[in-house]
């Protein structure tokens, strides 16, 4: 099956940057597109940046300009580097994938990280 774990997670100050990873671990899979997802305290879970296994990207407004998504196929791993952090940054940010699994029972499916926790305060 597949797993993915998320880090780089923490504290840091309004203005700071964080670089948060997660990597994609198991076998008998394709990853096609992943994403970070946010969610603080109280709200919905909600899409941060999406990216295609061709590259394309897609971020929410809020945080077009200062946060950028990236992966590594290679390493089944993708990153979202944190500039510009505002404390309404806050929240525990997941990982997820879509994936693939292998032959014969192909199917599509969705993976999630646990979450890794990012609070932006002075």
């Known amino acids: 099956q597949v797993q993915l774990v998320e880090s780089g997670g923490g504290l840091v100050q309004p203005g700071g940057s964080l670089r948060l990873s997660c990597a994609a671990s198991g076998s008998g899979f394709s990853i096609n597109a992943m994403g970070w997802y946010r969610q603080a305290p109280g709200k919905q879970r909600e899409l941060v940046a999406a990216?295609?296994?061709?590259?394309?990207?897609d971020y929410a407004d809020s945080v077009k300009g200062r946060f950028t998504i990236s992966r590594d196929n290679a390493e089944n791993a993708v990153y979202l580097q944190m500039n510009s952090l505002k404390p309404e940054d806050t929240a525990v940010y997941y990982c997820?994938?879509?994936?693939?699994?292998?032959?014969?029972?192909?199917?599509?499916?969705?993976?999630w990280g646990q979450g890794t926790l990012v609070t932006v305060s002075s």
């Open positions: 990216i295609t296994s061709g590259g394309s990207t």
């Open positions: 997820k994938a879509a994936v693939w699994t292998a032959p014969p029972n192909s199917r599509r499916l969705e993976v």
